[in-house]
């Protein structure tokens, strides 16, 4: 028998402004799989993320979801100056129960000691926002996430601005998330990276190019189209396919 699904996407299309930013996508999400959401700039990757989590609406097709989300946003989206510890920047993802750090119970504060934990930053939990490195607080954003334990999580561009040992660590962190049979949706213009250690690609340009594993999209002409390439791009090169 096949895995539950844990999202389903089924010919959503997204208008904002009065036009069309997003044309009949679909695709599903099963346990496990760790999807890399790629295209160019303006394809609608932040577009669908936001309409997945609720935060705009479609204009036709639908969304179902079957799965506890949890959301990691771009870490340009923080203000990481505000006056804040780690184990209180993770506890905010329980504020839409209890109000108040004060009022959360002990099982609220040991969820978020073993969120810092999963992702190695237990040592640092009553430390500044300010102080964190880059590749720290995206991890951080992580744990957040993780805090109320979804099953499946949208990850908005987490490699952005990090090193490569940065990298590798979270790389290491998703894969083990999915080995656990948490689904993963994450937006990436690290291409190579995405074809390395994701289970499934989504190519987007305004609507649905191609959905299979890595494996399945080695066309060049595919990649050509939807990044607006030539033959000898450097991008086809990075990917083996010229």
Same mark, same amino acid.
């Given at each position: 028998?096949?895995?539950?699904?844990?999202?389903?996407?089924?010919?959503?299309?997204?208008?904002?402004?009065?036009?069309?930013?997003?044309?009949?996508?679909?695709?599903? *999400?099963?346990?496990?799989?760790? &999807?890399?959401?790629?295209?160019?700039?303006?394809?609608?990757?932040? =577009?669908?993320?936001?309409a997945i989590n609720g935060l705009l609406p479609?204009?036709?097709?639908?969304?179902?979801?079957?799965?506890?989300?949890?959301? *990691?946003?771009?870490?340009?989206?923080?203000?990481?100056?505000?006056?804040?510890?780690?184990?209180?920047?993770?506890?905010?993802?329980?504020?839409?129960?209890?109000?108040?750090?004060?009022?959360?119970?002990?099982?609220?504060?040991?969820?978020?000691?073993?969120?810092?934990?999963?992702?190695?930053?237990?040592?640092?939990?009553?430390?500044?926002?300010?102080?964190?490195?880059?590749?720290?607080?995206?991890?951080?954003? *992580?744990?957040?996430?993780?805090?109320?334990?979804?099953?499946?999580?949208?990850?908005?561009?987490?490699?952005? !601005?990090?090193?490569?040992?940065?990298?590798?660590?979270?790389?290491?962190?998703? =894969?083990?998330?999915?080995?656990?049979?948490?689904? &993963?949706?994450?937006? =990436?213009?690290?291409?190579?990276?995405?074809?390395?250690?994701?289970?499934?690609?989504?190519?987007?340009?305004?609507?649905?190019?191609?959905? !299979?594993?890595?494996?399945?999209?080695?066309?060049?002409?595919?990649?050509?189209?939807?990044?607006?390439?030539?033959?000898?791009?450097?991008?086809?090169?990075?990917?083996?396919?010229?």
């Amino acid at each position: 028998m096949s895995n539950p699904q844990l999202l389903n996407v089924d010919n959503v299309s997204v208008r904002l402004g009065g036009r069309d930013v997003l044309n009949n996508v679909s695709f599903h *999400v099963e346990p496990g799989q760790l &999807i890399g959401l790629i295209g160019p700039n303006g394809a609608g990757k932040t =577009t669908l993320m936001r309409a997945i989590n609720g935060l705009l609406p479609t204009s036709s097709g639908s969304i179902e979801r079957h799965a506890k989300l949890g959301y *990691v946003p771009q870490s340009r989206q923080i203000e990481w100056d505000y006056p804040m510890s780690l184990e209180q920047l993770v506890a905010t993802s329980f504020i839409p129960q209890r109000p108040w750090f004060s009022r959360l119970g002990r099982n609220e504060w040991e969820a978020v000691y073993h969120a810092l934990e999963t992702v190695g930053l237990a040592d640092y939990s009553e430390r500044a926002l300010v102080e964190l490195s880059g590749g720290q607080k995206q991890r951080l954003l *992580v744990a957040r996430a993780l805090v109320t334990q979804p099953s499946l999580l949208l990850l908005d561009e987490p490699f952005t !601005g990090l090193d490569h040992p940065n990298q590798d660590s979270l790389t290491d962190l998703f =894969t083990s998330l999915a080995q656990q049979g948490v689904g &993963i949706i994450m937006s =990436t213009h690290d291409l190579p990276a995405a074809v390395d250690m994701c289970s499934h690609l989504l190519m987007l340009k305004r609507t649905m190019r191609a959905f !299979g594993s890595p494996a399945e999209l080695r066309d060049p002409q595919l990649w050509m189209d939807t990044y607006s390439v030539r033959a000898d791009s450097s991008l086809l090169k990075s990917l083996g396919l010229a």
